[in-house]
């Protein structure tokens, strides 16, 4: 299946606004709108995975195997990894309890014994506890006849947000499972379907979703306005949309280094907060000035995630690839 560049970038970019964004926050600056970067990332995730469902059949048995394998054992790994450098007293702020550790490996929502947050070990996993939500109901879609998942998905999620809307649920899986920010998923489903009809905009139209979408970001970071994932789920969507509308077109060629970030994303995503702790914490130490100091923490976590990249996501990748099916290029990366 043929690789959407588009998707690849926007992967890589959503990725790298997460590092600026734990970068300044480490720093002691600010670029709360790098989060948002999440919120792409869920939409691309919801366009992905309904386009791999309508190119290459499957079972839900098959699609959750496959879906673990891809995401489980990095993530398992950093996990492990954080709990060893807790244990030995180098992250002095996080408290381990044999409850949280577990909900943390199998993505199961349950409120952090260091801050009071639905955090689980490594902070930055609980997008995968909505990511495993997300493939849960999907996998529940591909039991039906293909003219009755969208339908189900779409109940389903709306089911889900209503429940949060009017009941207000206070049990951390329950809250986690009915935030707003689940319609991202169904949000890139939509997407998905638009695209596969080709029913998309022309180059004039995706140019002016993309410029739309990055001015709403750059609005909201410029004038420090508060927002959320009322706000940022559209503007994520008109992002993703215009790309692809654009990439039908022939609009958008290869970037090597572009990609490469795109397939290099999930590790990049997983592990770049571990080298942002140890630059910003050495920069104090030599007195480095800001600006520097979150310079140096987005090259060096990005650097790290290139090489958890090659020296562990893809063996993983190749080790695991032998036990199940093989997957189109679409379909090369996780989230």
């Known amino acids: 299946m043929k690789t959407l560049y588009g998707i690849q970038y926007l ?13 300044a926050e480490k720093s002691g600056e600010h670029f709360a709108i790098g989060a948002a970067g999440v ?9 992905i995975m309904w386009v791999i469902s309508e190119r290459r059949p499957m079972t839900p048995q098959g699609f959750l195997l496959d879906r673990i394998r891809r995401i489980a054992p990095s993530y398992w790994l950093v996990t492990a990894v954080m709990i060893v450098g807790a244990v030995a007293g180098l992250f002095p702020n996080l408290q381990l309890t044999g409850a949280h550790v577990l909900a943390s490996l199998f993505f199961v929502p349950m409120i952090s014994p260091s801050n009071g947050e639905i955090w689980p070990v490594l902070v930055q996993g609980w997008t995968l506890n909505f990511e495993i939500f997300f493939y849960v109901l999907f996998a529940g879609a591909l039991f039906l006849p293909r003219n009755w998942r969208l339908i189900f998905l779409s109940a389903a999620f709306g089911g889900f947000f209503l429940i949060g809307l009017f009941l207000r649920p206070t049990s951390p899986a329950l809250y986690t499972y009915t935030r ?13 379907e638009l695209w596969l009809r080709r029913w998309i905009a022309g180059t004039s139209l995706g140019l002016a979703c993309i410029g739309a979408s990055l001015s709403g970001f750059a609005a ?3 004038i420090g306005a508060d927002f959320n994932e009322a706000i940022c789920g559209p503007l994520a969507m008109a992002l993703v949309y215009g790309m692809v509308s654009l990439e039908a077109d022939g609009s958008i060629g290869r970037v090597p280094v572009l990609t490469y970030l795109g397939d290099a994303s999930y590790s990049i995503y997983l592990w770049h907060t571990l080298a942002i702790s140890v630059i910003v914490k050495a920069a104090g130490m030599v007195g480095l000035s800001t600006a520097v100091t979150v310079v140096a923490a987005v090259i060096g976590g990005t650097i790290l995630g290139a090489a958890a990249y090659e020296l562990v996501e893809k063996p993983l990748k190749k ?9 189109g290029a679409l379909a090369r990366r996780p989230l």
Not at 319 to 327: D, E, F, N, W, Y
């Open 180 to 192: 707003p920010i689940i319609l991202e998923f169904l949000g890139g489903v939509f997407l998905a």
């Open 319 to 327: 080790l695991l690839s032998r036990t199940g099916p093989k997957q």
């Open 39 to 47: 919120d792409v990332f869920f939409v691309i995730s919801g366009f």
């Open 11 to 23: 992967r890589a970019f959503a990725a790298l606004a997460v590092v600026v964004f734990h970068a």
């Open 220 to 222: 909201i970071f410029l």
